[in-house]
C-alpha cells in the first residue's frame, strides 16, 4: 500500500511530531488480528445459559436434550466443575477485614445476579451451542434480592446471605489522623458558626464500558504449553490468575491479547469466560472459542461507577476553602472483580483536586448487592472526585456570589507553590491553573458567553444559555509498588521493556504493556528513534504475549507512557551504555571519551564516529570485541514509579438548554489540558475527544438501569445510548504543557482526562443555564425528562445549601435526596 | 439449506448455507473475510457494514440468502491495485481511528454519505454516520476525514 508523507513538521525529532500511526494500516483493511478471527483445526464453541433471576438458589439442571442435540460435544455445569475451577480473583482489597464472596466461574448451587453463567454448552459451531443452550433446563428458586444501593446498605435483602451484610468494607482517612491537615468537623462546626457549607448529595449512576469489540476468548490445550488468547487489557495478569486460581502452572500457560478493540477499563478484568474456555478445552481436549453477544456483554461485563456521594464543604465567607468532607455509598454489585472494592478509594486522594483545603475527611462504604459487579471504568474513582468537587466550587461560587472561575482561582495552587503537597497525602510534582485557564477562557470567548447568557436571561429566552466549568486534575501512572503495596494491592505498579538491537539494524521493543486503541507502537517508535538516533520506520513494537513480552503489567490507569514509557527510556540507555566499551575499542579509544548523539558515537575533540549500526554488527559478529564484553546490546529495564503524576486542565463547555422540553444541546467546548511533555499531538488530540465523548455521555446519555427485580433493562444498545456522531459536537481542544518531575519524559499520562474533566462541566453549564429558575441539580444523565422536571419542581429544589442552620439536604423529603418514584418502589436507576 | 452465488470483493462464490445464515456470519466464518466485524446483536453499531450492490448495508441485518446474485464489497475490496481507497488513506491521516474495531464498517458508511451527499456538511456527515457507533475517537476526527475526502470546507465547524 502507498501512502503519503506520514512525518509532520517537527523542530525537535520525533518526540513531538504528529506521527501517523504504524498500527492503521491493518486496521483500515481488515487485516486484523481479533481473537474472534482465530480459527484453529478441531475448534469447538461455546455458549453460555445464564440466569435470568438476580438472586436464586439452583436446584436442578437437565442438560440431558441438550447434550443429545447435533453437534453437541459436551454440556458443564458448575457441579460437574466445582472441584476444579477454582475462583475468580480480587486482587486489590480495602483491607484484611473485607467481606468478599466467593466468586465461581460456573455458579454452583445459587446465582448472585442476573447474567451469572449456570452452564456452558460446547458444540461444533457457535449456532449449535446456541441452539442448545435452549435445550437446558435449570429449576431456580428465587430469593429475595439486594437490588437498590441504600436499601442494600441497610441489609433488607442479603446478596450473599452467608456473609451476613451487604457491608463489604469501610476505608477511611482523615487528613488530622494522617498528619496532612486539620480536621474536618473542626472546619465545618466553625464554618456553621460562621462561614459558609455547602451540602450535597450526588448520584454517580452506573455505567457501562461499552468497548466496541465484544470479550471473546480462545483455548489451544493442545501442544505443551497451553495458549489462552483473550480480548484482553492485562494478559499477563490473566496469566497469573490462571495459574494461581485454577492451580495450572505458569510456565504451561502462554496468553496472547491480539488485537483488542478498545477496553476503556472494561476488559481491565480477569473473567468467568475465560476460566470457562480453559475448563472447556482441558475437559474437551480441543481447541475452545467464546465470543460474547453484545447483550450478554453489556450483562455480564463489569460495569461502573455507581455511588452516592455525600458532599460537605466548608468556606470562610469570603469563599476560601477550609475543610471537605466527602461520604460514600458504593455498589460493588454481586462480586468483587480485580479491583472492584478500591475503585472508589482511586478517587480519594482527588477530591481535594487543585484546592488548598486545610482539612479533609474520606469515607467509602462498599455495598454488595444482586447486579453485575462493578470494577474500573475511564477513570476510575477519579472522574467520581472531579465531578463532586468540580459541582460543589459552583456551589461556593453562588453562596458568596462570585464568578466560579474567581472562586476556583482563589483557592487553587499557585504555580509558583509546586511542588505542593496535598492535604490528601500526595504531592503534585507541577503544574500551572493559571495557564491552562487563561488560555482556555480565551479559546472559549468566555466574558462574551458570560454577555450571551446575561442578555438571554434579561428577555427572559425560553432557550437559555449556562456555562459549565472543570478546572480538574486527576492522578496517573499507576504506580509506586511500595505505595500499592500499603493498600493491601497483590501485585506491583512497575513496567518492563526491552530493547533487542537486530544485527542488521532493525530495533525490536518489546513493551510489558497492553495496548488496545491508544497507539503505543507509534508512539513508542519515536521514543526510541529520538534516543537511539534511529528511524522510526526502523523500530518494532512487540505487546501482549506473554511469551515475547515476559515481564509486564499492563495498560490501565493511564500508566502506559509514564510509567512503561520511563522503563523504555532506561532500556536504551542502557543499550547506549553497552555499545560504548564496543564504540571505543573500534575508534580505538577510551570508552570515557565516547559520545553518543543521533545514532553514532564520536570520540570527543575528533572526527572519528561509528554509527550505532554499525557498532550492533560488530557486536553480532564479536570477532573483535574487548575482553569481558558480552556479545549483546540488548538491554531490559523495569521501572518502578517513585510517585504519581497529575494532569490537569480547564475545561469550558456551553450549553443551550429549552427550558420548554429539557432538551440540551452543546453549544461549545473547549479543553486545555496540561498532560506534561506531548510525545504524540495526534494521539493526545483522539484521546481528549473520546474521552470528553464519553464524560458527555455520563452527563447526558448513559445510565445502566434495573427494574425492581434486578434485571438490567439497559441490556442492548437499542436502550443502552451511547452517543452518535449527531449527537456531538466538534470540540476545541489545546494544551499547556508544565513537564512532569516523575519521569525522564516529563509526561503526565492522557488517557482519562477528558473523561474526567467533561462530566462536571457538562452538569455545570446545564445547572448554571437554569440557575435562575431555582434549580442547583440534575440528576445524571440529564435526559430532557429529568431536566424538564428539575425546571417544574425548581421551587423545592431551590436555595440549597445554604450556610448555617441544619442539614437540609440530608433530611427526609429535602431537595437534592429525592429519589424517582421507580427508585423509592425498590428500583435502582 | 440453500445454494446462493455472490461476488465478494471481486470473487464470485458458490455456496450452501443455512436460510437462516446472515451475511456477516457467512463474510466470516465461510469465506474468512474476518476484516468486517461484529459489534452488536441489535443492528445498532454499524460495525459490519459492507457494500451490497454499491449501496452500504448492516450485514448482521441481511440474510446470505438475500445477497445471492449481487455484488458484496468488504473492507478487504476497498483497495486497488496497492492503491488505499480515499476514505482509508483520509482516515490514516486524520487518525480517525484508535482500536480500530469500528473501522471497517464505518468506513465502508462514510464512503456512502459520500456517494449520496458529495459535499456535505458536518451537521450532515454526523447523521450520515449516526448508524455507526464508535467509542474511542468522540467521532471528530472522522468527521475531519470525510470533509477531507468531499474537499470540504468546514461549515461551522471542525476545530483543533
Known amino acids: 500500500m502507498t501512502t503519503t508523507e506520514d512525518r509532520v513538521e517537527s523542530p525537535k525529532g520525533e518526540i513531538g511530531s504528529a506521527r501517523r500511526r504504524k498500527e492503521d494500516q491493518r486496521l483500515i483493511t481488515g487485516r486484523t488480528k481479533w481473537t474472534d478471527n482465530i480459527q484453529l483445526p478441531g475448534m469447538l464453541h461455546l455458549a453460555m445459559v445464564r440466569s435470568p433471576f438476580a438472586h436464586a438458589r439452583i436446584s436442578g439442571i437437565d442438560t440431558a436434550a441438550a447434550k443429545g442435540a447435533t453437534g453437541v460435544v459436551a454440556v458443564l455445569t458448575g457441579a460437574d466443575v466445582k472441584d476444579i475451577q477454582g475462583g475468580l480473583p480480587n486482587a486489590w482489597t480495602i483491607g484484611p ?116 469489540e465484544p470479550r471473546s476468548v480462545v483455548c489451544d490445550p493442545t501442544g505443551e504449553q497451553m495458549t489462552v488468547w483473550s480480548s484482553t487489557q492485562v494478559p499477563h495478569f ?60 453489556l450483562v455480564s461485563g463489569h460495569h461502573g461507577r455507581d455511588q452516592w456521594q455525600r458532599l460537605t464543604l466548608a468556606a470562610t465567607k469570603d469563599g476560601t476553602v477550609t475543610a471537605l468532607k466527602v461520604d460514600l455509598l458504593a455498589d460493588m454489585g454481586a462480586y468483587l472483580g480485580l479491583v472492584t472494592p478500591f475503585v472508589p478509594m482511586l478517587g480519594a486522594l482527588m477530591y481535594n483536586a487543585i484546592y488548598k483545603f486545610p482539612a479533609y475527611h474520606f469515607s467509602c462504604t462498599n455495598v454488595l448487592t444482586n447486579k453485575t459487579w462493578t470494577d474500573a471504568y475511564r477513570g476510575a474513582g477519579r472522574p467520581e472526585a472531579t465531578y463532586a468537587i468540580e459541582r460543589l466550587m459552583d456551589e461556593l461560587a453562588v453562596e458568596v456570589g462570585a464568578d466560579p472561575l474567581e472562586i476556583r482561582e482563589k483557592n487553587w495552587i499557585r504555580a509558583d507553590e509546586f511542588p505542593f503537597a496535598t492535604v490528601a497525602g500526595v504531592t503534585y510534582d507541577s503544574g500551572n491553573y493559571e495557564a491552562a485557564t487563561a488560555r482556555a477562557k480565551d479559546l472559549f470567548d468566555y466574558d462574551g458567553l458570560r454577555r450571551e447568557q446575561a442578555e438571554r436571561r434579561e428577555r427572559k429566552d425560553p432557550v437559555q444559555l449556562g456555562i459549565g466549568i472543570s478546572t480538574f486534575t486527576e492522578m496517573c501512572g499507576l504506580a509506586p509498588s511500595r505505595w500499592m503495596g500499603e493498600q493491601h494491592y497483590a501485585a506491583g505498579g512497575w513496567e518492563h521493556a526491552t530493547i533487542r538491537m537486530l544485527p542488521t539494524g532493525k530495533v525490536e521493543v518489546i513493551t510489558g504493556t497492553s495496548p488496545h486503541g491508544q497507539g503505543h507502537e507509534t508512539s513508542w517508535s519515536q521514543i526510541v528513534a529520538d534516543r537511539l538516533g534511529v528511524p522510526f520506520e526502523d523500530v518494532e513494537v512487540l505487546h501482549g504475549d506473554t511469551a515475547i513480552a515476559t515481564r509486564g503489567l499492563d495498560t490501565y490507569g493511564s500508566r502506559s507512557l509514564v510509567v512503561g514509557g520511563q522503563a523504555l527510556v532506561m532500556a536504551a540507555d542502557r543499550v547506549i551504555e553497552k555499545a560504548k566499551p564496543v564504540a571505543a575499542h573500534m575508534l580505538e579509544a577510551s570508552a570515557d571519551d565516547i559520545e553518543f548523539a543521533a545514532g553514532a558515537f564520536t570520540v570527543r575533540g575528533t572526527d572519528s564516529r561509528k554509527t550505532l549500526a554499525e557498532v550492533v554488527w560488530e557486536t553480532f559478529t564479536s570477532h573483535d570485541l574487548p575482553d569481558g564484553v558480552e556479545p549483546t546490546l540488548d538491554a531490559g529495564a523495569t521501572f518502578d514509579p517513585v510517585d504519581f503524576s497529575f494532569p490537569h486542565g480547564t475545561h469550558l463547555c456551553a450549553a443551550e438548554v429549552d427550558t420548554e422540553t429539557g432538551q440540551v444541546a452543546l453549544r461549545s467546548y473547549v479543553s486545555v489540558d496540561d498532560i506534561g511533555v506531548i510525545i504524540n499531538p495526534l494521539i493526545v488530540a483522539g484521546q481528549i475527544h473520546g474521552g470528553i465523548a464519553q464524560g458527555v455521555a455520563q452527563a447526558l446519555w448513559e445510565e445502566a438501569v434495573y427494574d425492581e427485580q434486578g434485571t438490567l433493562v439497559t441490556g442492548s444498545f437499542v436502550d443502552y445510548t451511547l452517543p452518535t456522531a449527531a449527537d456531538l459536537i466538534s470540540f476545541t481542544n489545546d494544551n499547556t504543557v508544565s513537564p512532569s518531575t516523575t519521569n525522564d519524559l516529563g509526561a503526565k499520562g492522557v488517557g482519562e482526562a477528558g473523561c474526567i474533566a467533561s462530566t462536571p462541566a457538562v452538569v455545570n453549564a446545564i445547572v448554571d443555564a437554569l440557575r435562575p429558575l431555582g434549580v442547583n441539580d440534575v440528576r445524571m444523565p440529564c435526559t430532557p425528562e429529568r431536566v424538564w422536571e428539575a425546571i417544574r419542581s425548581a421551587g423545592a429544589s431551590a436555595g440549597g445549601g445554604a450556610s448555617g442552620g441544619p442539614l437540609p439536604h440530608f433530611d427526609e423529603g429535602a431537595a437534592n435526596q429525592d429519589m424517582p418514584e421507580a427508585e423509592q418502589k425498590g428500583a435502582d436507576r | 439449506m440453500s445454494r446462493i452465488s455472490v461476488r465478494v470483493d471481486g470473487v464470485s462464490y458458490s455456496d450452501e448455507v443455512e436460510p ?128 477531507q475526502v468531499a474537499g470540504a470546507t468546514s461549515e461551522g465547524g471542525a476545530q483543533s
Not at chain 1, 478484568?269 to 474456555?277: D, G, K, L, R, Y
Not at chain 1, 481436549?285 to 456483554?297: A, I, N, V
Open chain 1, 97 to 212: 477485614d473485607q467481606k468478599t464472596p466467593n466468586h465461581p466461574s460456573i455458579a454452583v448451587d445459587r446465582v448472585a445476579f442476573a447474567g451469572e453463567v449456570v452452564a456452558v454448552v460446547v458444540a461444533r459451531s457457535a449456532a449449535a451451542a446456541r441452539d442448545a443452550t435452549e435445550l437446558v433446563d435449570v429449576d431456580y428458586e428465587e430469593l429475595p434480592a439486594a437490588v437498590e444501593l441504600k436499601a442494600a446498605a441497610a441489609d433488607e435483602a442479603l446478596a450473599h446471605p452467608d456473609l451476613g451484610t451487604n457491608i463489604s468494607g469501610v476505608w477511611t482517612f482523615d487528613s488530622a489522623e494522617a498528619g496532612t491537615g486539620g480536621s474536618a468537623d473542626e472546619a465545618i462546626a466553625a464554618a456553621r458558626a460562621d462561614g459558609i457549607v455547602v451540602e450535597r448529595e450526588y448520584r454517580q449512576q452506573r455505567l457501562i464500558p461499552a468497548f466496541m
Open chain 1, 238 to 297: 490473566l496469566r497469573v490468575f490462571i495459574a494461581a486460581c485454577m492451580g495450572i502452572p505458569e510456565s504451561k500457560v502462554r496468553v496472547i491479547a491480539p488485537d483488542v478493540g478498545g477496553g476503556f477499563g472494561g476488559k481491565l478484568q480477569v473473567v468467568p469466560e475465560e476460566f470457562i474456555a480453559v475448563l472447556a478445552a482441558r475437559h474437551t481436549g480441543r481447541p475452545c472459542k467464546y465470543t460474547e453477544t453484545r447483550s450478554e456483554s
Open chain 2, 20 to 147: 437462516r445464515t446472515l451475511l456477516v456470519h457467512y463474510l466470516r466464518e465461510q469465506l474468512g473475510k474476518t476484516g468486517t466485524v461484529v459489534g452488536c446483536d441489535t443492528s445498532n453499531c454499524g460495525a459490519c457494514t459492507v457494500h451490497l450492490d454499491g449501496h452500504s448495508v448492516k450485514s448482521c441485518n441481511v440474510l446470505a440468502v438475500q445477497a445471492d446474485g449481487h455484488e458484496v464489497t468488504t473492507i478487504e475490496g476497498l483497495a486497488q491495485d496497492g492503491q488505499l481507497h480515499p476514505m482509508q488513506q483520509a482516515f490514516h491521516e486524520c487518525h480517525a481511528l484508535q482500536c480500530g474495531y469500528c473501522t471497517p464498517g464505518m468506513i465502508m458508511q462514510a464512503i456512502d454519505v459520500l456517494h449520496e451527499n458529495p459535499h456535505p456538511s458536518e451537521e450532515e456527515i454526523r447523521e450520515g454516520l449516526e448508524g455507526n457507533l464508535c467509542r474511542c475517537t468522540g467521532y471528530q476526527n472522522i468527521v475531519r476525514a470525510v470533509q
